[in-house]
């Protein structure tokens, strides 16, 4: 079996992404106590099934994916403990953020992604977490996130749900049991044929408009969701956005900030800049470039009425070898 298939079916690995970075962090098998182990060498070398495995470095497997790490990195910078808090993750993907602040102590995480069906089911299943997906974080309203929060933890149901699906009695009833029958039957409350066509017409008519999903519903909360609690401001903001500057972003953050609240961003510089000053394959490569960035972002939450507290290196290195920064802003009390 590939390497980094085994990791990922051996629950080493949460995604095939994660195992490949463990395979370069480090990667050995054998096939029984007292045999020399093997070093894997690349995503594609083959290891045996059951086979014992041994990672050389586990750090990438603390989190669902290596943002934790990232975010992990720079809550230590910022001295921010997140023990209790209310938080809202936006670019939740995978839930590598999600995962770190929950370890942390956070006690609920609304993550908020543009995507669909990205984040780990671990996290999808933890009741202190709120997954909207299809949201672009830069058209947030609170209104628009609590409304997309309630159809996360809801369902929808048929507002006629008690519809009788039981076909009616058969007319000619007393035909049954050898076609005996005396004076005395009663067929009145048989059902006449054409009644039973109309049945069958209406039961199939329903069945074509629940399959188009034209029929009338009503939102309500899970059974397992129904005590969930929304906040109607966040104590913390983080998040890890791709293909979109944080400057577009920031005005539609401030307002979901609780007062005194924190906002703790990843800042990628390839978002930041004009494409000219983007080397190939997506990667900034000009170290001078990098203040120009941080002004822009300082910039852009003051503007927004943000006080910075910090501007920290991100901890791990982006895809590629990108260099990441991570702004540390705060809402006035």
Known sequence: MRADVFLVEGGHAATRSQAQRLIAAGVQWRLAEGLPWNKVAKNGDDIPRGAQLQLLDDSETRYLSRGGLKLEGALAACGLQVTGLHCLDLGQSTGGF??????????QVVGVDVGQGQLHDRLRQDVRVVAVEGLNARHLTLDALLDACE???GERVELDPDDNDTLPEAPYAWMRNG????????????????????????RSAKAQARAEGQLPTQRRRRADRREVQLPMAFDLVTGDLSFISLTLVLPALVPLLAPGGDLLMLVKPQFELQPGQVGKGGIVRDA?????VEQR?????????????????????????????FIHARRAA
């Open 297 to 325: 972002i300082r910039s852009a939450c003051a503007q927004s009425g943000l006080q910075v507290v910090g501007w920290h290196d991100s901890a791990i290195v982006g895809g590629d070898g990108n260099r990441e920064f």
């Open 151 to 153: 159809e996360a933890l």
């Open 98 to 107: 999600t995962d770190c602040l929950l370890q942390a102590g956070a006690a």
């Open 288 to 292: 001078s470039l990098y203040p120009q």
């Open 179 to 202: 076609g005996m029958v005396d004076d005395d039957y009663d067929d009145s409350r048989d059902a006449k044929e054409h009644e039973i066509e109309a049945f069958k017409a209406e």
